[in-house]
């Protein structure tokens, strides 16, 4: 049966997008995430009735390979966005997801276009530090959930760093990571990250959330304040709260495209 989907990007993190009342199978997921017989996306998101009162929607996310993810950052911009443009919401709404229910805000600019959103990503889960031999390399990461498991390595963050170590650091932890490169700047930090089920991505909002956390704890960055999270797909705003559970997190969302497919 012929399907209908939105494709999505935040920071080109992208996504295939559909409304429905249950789940696809874990396989049509993998179908249309391919680049080259499908749509091409880094996961799908399906947005399905909510599961708490008050609630706009449940997100759910498949990644590329079909596991799933509790959330999604870059993923629940989109899925607010598109909530805003096709049902007609302003200001606020909250988005269920298997993390928990988040609280996300539209930013509207002169248009009336939604220009950004916010999310309340929190609470950022501090797991403690985690040792990988990679090779000859002795990595120790950061543990921190965002929902999702993220390790983050301080360090020199690159595109080949993170193609180079970061499979076999998802494939060191039961279940899988996502492994987050980071390096703090005045204001900010640089940022690749592997993404557990999708490889290299331009951008990983729970990452950016996660990297920011890292940094904040180890004192190397202040609490309290937009830190700009640069990442290869763009940058990402993302506020940790003094309490460093609470986070914060700014940024776009996008509509690429609408279609049908029968895949
Ligand atoms: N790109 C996402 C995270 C998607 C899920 C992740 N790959 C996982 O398996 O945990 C983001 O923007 O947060």
């Known amino acids: 049966m012929a399907l209908t989907f939105w494709k999505y990007e935040g920071l080109g993190n992208d996504f295939v997008v559909v409304e429905a009342d249950a789940l696809m199978s874990a396989p049509r997921a993998v179908r249309l995430c391919d680049r080259r017989r499908g749509v091409g996306a880094d ?20 990644n590329s390979d079909g ?30 997801t298997d993390a928990g229910p988040r609280r996300c805000l539209l930013h509207l600019g002169p248009g009336g276009a939604v220009e950004a959103v916010s999310v309340e990503m929190g609470p950022a889960r501090h797991e403690g530090e985690q040792t990988f031999e990679v090779g000859e390399e002795r ?5 921190i959930s965002m929902g999702n498991p993220h390790a983050v390595f301080i360090g020199p963050s690159s595109l080949e760093r993170a193609a180079r170590l970061g499979p076999f650091v998802e494939q060191a932890v039961p279940g899988g990571v996502n492994a987050g490169f980071a390096s703090p700047r005045p204001g900010g930090l640089d940022l ?21 956390v890292a940094a904040v704890t ?13 990442l290869p797909g763009g940058a990402l705003r993302v506020t940790v709260a003094p309490d460093r559970v609470g986070v914060l997190m700014r940024g776009p969302a996008e509509r690429v495209f609408q279609g049908e497919t029968t895949l």
């Open 43 to 62: 996961g799908v998101l399906s947005i399905l009735p909510p599961r708490t009162p008050g609630a706009a929607a449940y997100m759910h996310l498949y």
């Open 67 to 96: 596991s799933e993810a509790a959330m999604c950052g870059n993923g629940i911009r989109c899925v607010a966005r598109h909530l805003a443009e096709r049902r007609g919401l302003s200001g606020e709404l909250v988005i269920d």
């Open 139 to 143: 990595l120790v990461g950061q543990r």
């Open 192 to 212: 690749v990250v592997w993404e557990r089920g999708a490889g290299l991505t331009d951008a990983c909002g729970t990452g950016a959330c996660a990297a920011a």
């Open 218 to 230: 180890a004192g190397l960055l202040p609490a309290g304040e937009p830190l700009e999270v640069r």
